[in-house]
């Protein structure tokens, strides 16, 4: 057997971190480690690494643990913020960039970054113009390969950070999702556990360069995963 690939993932406390924790078990090709602020319950048999660590020593694990490729599901809400641009960018912007900075100076080559649909320099919206911006900076920081995925509406289940707009969204996703065609459907809603299938196949992918994926991309890559583990 060749040797697991290590992946460092942080962001494991929400949705898609939970559920990349939950699906990393099933493949025995990947070492995941998990770099948190604080500790989450981990499900009943699952094989990975918990290290506890405030943000300001993650370079220092990083160096220790030396990862491969890089997991990032960093990210807070607009309410959790206190509805303050500046605490916003410090975890979605900052700490990312800054962990990926890092990453790289302990020899990681490769990073899996969750974004969202309809991210964009150009955006009016202040999360969505966030959002391009870290995209468009992690691409110097020198990884060979960066996975940008762009999920629609996230379906799952949260243990905490309860956000009714999104609540309301996934109870009328059925009837909304068949309307969005064409560019449109990037918008669609998709399942957490389908995008930590996704970050998972493509944290194992060697080719260079910097990739983008939808709704549909993340399905396929999910799609491989799932053969990869069968």
Not at 40 to 69: C, F, N, Q
Not at 90 to 105: I, K, Q, S
Request: with cysteine; net charge positive.
């Amino acid at each position: 057997m060749s040797e697991r690939v290590r992946v460092a993932l942080v962001g494991s406390t929400g949705l898609i971190g939970r559920s990349i924790i939950e699906e990393a078990n099933a493949s025995d090709q990947i070492q995941l480690i998990a770099i948190s602020r604080r500790e989450i319950r981990v499900p009943d048999g699952v094989k990975m690494e918990m290290i506890l660590a405030d943000p300001s020593e993650w370079d220092e694990v990083l160096k220790t643990v030396r990862p491969i490729s890089l997991i990032n599901a960093l990210g807070t809400t607009w309410k959790r913020a206190g509805k303050d641009e500046e605490a916003f960018r410090a975890v979605d912007y900052d700490l990312v960039l800054e962990t990926a900075r890092n990453a790289v100076a302990a020899g990681c080559e490769r990073m899996v970054t969750i974004s969202s649909v309809g991210a964009s320099l150009q955006s009016k919206n202040f999360y969505l113009r966030v959002k391009g911006e870290v995209e468009r900076d992690l691409a110097k920081v020198g990884m060979k390969r960066l996975d940008i995925l762009r999920p629609g509406l996230l379906k799952g289940s949260r243990q905490s950070d309860f956000r009714v707009g999104e609540g309301l969204a996934k109870i009328a996703s059925p009837l909304i999702d068949p309307l969005l065609r064409g560019t449109k459907s990037a918008y669609r809603s998709i399942d957490a556990r389908m995008v930590a299938q996704g970050a998972l196949e493509l944290s194992l992918r060697k080719a260079a360069g910097k990739f983008p994926h939808d709704n549909d991309g993340i399905r396929r890559a999910a799609r491989d995963w799932n053969n990869r583990t069968s």
